[in-house]
């Protein structure tokens, strides 16, 4: 009932992401680092749930990726007159 998901087209670290999604999207997921630094580029996502929470929680980390595209790098844009937010991505 677990999946190792590959974050890594993302452009955010395995921690970044978790941390994330969490604080942000409400989902919990598990940093790949977590079990050793092969697992940069991957989250844990856990099944052991109702098909419409795993649907939900699918649905909202999907829905803040799609609201997140400009820091979805490696690295992020400098934008001028702007601070990097808790991610290191630069806004407004």
Do not use: H
Request: one cysteine or more.
């Amino acid at each position: 009932f677990y999946a190792f998901a590959n974050i890594s087209q993302t452009g955010y670290s395995a921690a970044k992401l978790q941390n994330a999604w969490l604080n942000e999207a409400g989902v919990a997921t598990i940093a790949g680092t977590s079990f050793g630094a092969a697992g940069e580029g991957f989250v844990r996502l856990s099944f052991a749930n109702s098909d419409e929470n795993i649907r939900s929680a699918l649905d909202r980390m999907d829905t803040w990726l799609a609201g997140n595209p400009s820091c979805g790098r490696a690295t992020p844009a400098v934008v001028p007159g702007s601070a990097p937010d808790a991610l290191g991505c630069c806004q407004r």
